[in-house]
Structures are given as C-alpha cells and as structure tokens.
Nanobody, 127 residues
Framework: QLQLVESGGGLVQPGGSLRLSCVASGFTLRGFGIAWFRQAPGKEREGVSCLSVSGSSTNYAESVWGRFSISRDNAKNTVYLQMNDLKPEDTGVYSC????????????????????WGKGTLVTVSS
C-alpha cells in the first residue's frame, strides 16, 4: 500500500520548535518532490514548504520564511519539516504530499497536483 504518514505534531508554546516527519511506505521518495501543506481552522489549505524532485530547489511561504526548513533523508525514506520560533498563527493540520513533477512554483506546488497525500498531524501553538 502506497502511503505517506506524518508525525511530530503536538502542543507547543509560542517561540518553541517542532520537527515534523513524513515517512513514505510502499514506494521510494527518490524521484519525487515533497511539499508540506497546512490548514488552519476555518481557513483554506496553504502550501508551507516545498522540496523539488531534483532536490536542488526549495520554497517557503512568506509567513514561515527564515523559521521553517525542509530536508530529506533518502536512507530513511523520510522528509522533515523543522519549525522554529513557532507562532499561534502556525496552528493547523500539517500534511505532506509527493509529486513526481514538483517544481516548487505555480500549479505544481498545489494540493491537487500531488500524486500522494498524507492524512496530517496537528500542530497547536498556544500558551
């Protein structure tokens, strides 16, 4: 069964850090770009971070620039999202998704353009 499974979410105070993991099973992430999306309560889903298929290009939403970092470990078939200096507005369900055509810009970096999707992990930033 082909799937992506996220973990690492939880409750954290403002200014804190979390590292989310996205593990692929049933397929290898080599040859796929990975994107992280989040959906806050009552808001539309938005792209947060992206790593292109080649691994040479990354992109971030302006709201997380300088605070979030995406990386991958091919040996563990895992992609990470390191989130620092978290703010209450970072609260939401974070999901990873994979695409064989991901270029981290335009339509290719959209939820509907992905090939595989995870179910998400909840991040709550609150004091």
């Amino acid at each position: 069964q082909l799937q992506l499974v996220e973990s690492g979410g939880g409750l954290v105070q403002p200014g804190g850090s979390l590292r989310l993991s996205c593990v692929a099973s049933g397929f290898t992430l080599r040859g796929f770009g990975i994107a992280w999306f989040r959906q806050a309560p009552g808001k539309e889903r938005e792209g947060v971070s992206c790593l292109s298929v080649s691994g040479s290009s990354t992109n971030y939403a302006e709201s997380v620039w300088g605070r979030f970092s995406i990386s991958r470990d091919n040996a563990k078939n895992t992609v990470y999202l390191q989130m620092n200096d978290l703010k209450p507005e970072d609260t939401g369900v974070y999901s990873c998704a994979a695409s064989s055509a991901l270029q981290c810009h335009g339509y290719s970096w959209s939820w509907d353009a992905m090939d595989y999707w995870g179910k998400g992990t909840l991040v709550t930033v609150s004091s």
